[in-house]
């Protein structure tokens, strides 16, 4: 997983995997193999969940081209660019 999202660290992809494990959205099972092998499934509760969220996702599919295109417009200026200097 960890290669498919770059930038996402384990700390962090560890930590939203045990909170949907607690949620009750995915399940993980632990093989007592060297080295030590996770496997996380969904649930049908986290199969439930795709299914009522592939709508929202389709829809912010059609409209990357459009997102991307808004996003520099709304991009600040860094502190040195627009004048302004921290404080001592």
């Not at 992809?13 to 607690?22: D, I, N, S, Y």
């Not at 299914?51 to 600040?76: I, M, N, V």
């Amino acid at each position: 997983m960890l290669r498919l999202l770059p930038g996402l660290t384990e700390k962090v992809l560890t930590q939203a995997l045990r909170e949907m494990e607690a949620d009750g959205i995915v399940h993980r099972e632990v093989h007592d193999v060297r080295p030590l092998k996770t496997v996380y499934s969904l649930t049908e509760f986290g199969r439930d969940l795709c299914e009522a969220l592939a709508p929202l996702s389709d829809w912010g599919h059609r409209r990357l081209d459009r997102l991307a295109a808004s996003r520099p417009a709304f991009q600040p200026e860094s502190s040195v660019n627009s004048g302004l200097q921290e404080a001592s």
